[in-house]
């Protein structure tokens, strides 16, 4: 497991994947900053974590498009499949891989709530329930793009697929706003990973939305298990 998380985040540092990653995650969340924080004149920072988790949408699948896809299309597969380490772990190595990158990233961003706080007084549990609401998102977010890495040996159809799936998920917040049935609103709510979030942005520390989005990850990632015991056993 060890020696393939090595090789997972070597592979970020000597192709374009992770400074592409880095780029466009430090840009856009510079913007995004700059937009809802300095240029309202505003400490709130919830509207900031709120758009920069629409930007992840696109920018999660620049990390996860290549997970399994490139192995697959470059024949480096069978090599995981025949290796000695169990499936489970391969899988967990390349999450913890991804995880690792994503979360370097936040934390450099994040930088951004010092310069805040030497202008401002912001609601400094406010910053902490987002940021810990944008991090449980974002394992969602990688669970569910490697899990469509998996079922693809092109990186473009994985980025796209995966946009859309959490475009889906992220949209049904909206959806749910329309419809005027209370049951359906009821479970729509329930699944809407925009709902969960938003008690983060109040600095509320929801447990039951922190395991709604656990329960997600581990789905996802059980389920890219099951995807590559199936390719083991063809």
Do not use: H
């Amino acid at each position: 497991m060890q020696a393939i998380y090595k090789r997972e985040m070597r592979s970020y540092f000597t192709t374009p994947t992770g400074y592409i990653f880095a780029a466009v995650f430090l840009c856009a969340s510079g913007f995004l900053f700059a937009l809802c924080t300095l240029q309202m004149q505003t400490s709130d920072v919830s509207a900031y974590f709120q758009f920069l988790m629409y930007a992840y949408i696109i920018v999660i699948p620049l990390l996860t498009m290549k997970s399994f896809a490139e192995e697959k299309k470059n024949g480096t597969e069978q090599l995981l499949l025949t290796s000695p380490v169990s499936l489970t772990s391969m899988v967990l190595a390349k999450f913890l891989a991804a995880f690792t990158m994503f979360v370097g990233t936040l934390l450099v961003s994040s930088l951004a709530m010092a310069v805040l706080g030497l202008y401002s007084e912001p609601n400094w549990a406010r910053v902490i329930g987002c940021t810990v609401g944008i991090l449980l998102v974002g394992i969602c977010f990688i669970a569910i793009g490697l899990f469509v890495s998996s079922l693809t040996d092109n990186q473009f159809v994985a980025a796209i697929g995966t946009i859309a799936l959490l475009a889906g998920l992220v949209v049904v917040a909206i959806i749910n706003g329309l419809i005027d049935n209370y049951f359906l609103r009821l479970v729509l709510d329930w699944i809407s990973i925009y709902s969960r979030y938003m008690n983060f942005t109040y600095g509320i520390f929801d447990i039951a939305s922190a395991v709604y989005y656990v329960s997600i990850c581990v789905v996802f990632l059980f389920l890219t298990v099951r995807v590559y015991e199936k390719r083991r056993l063809a």
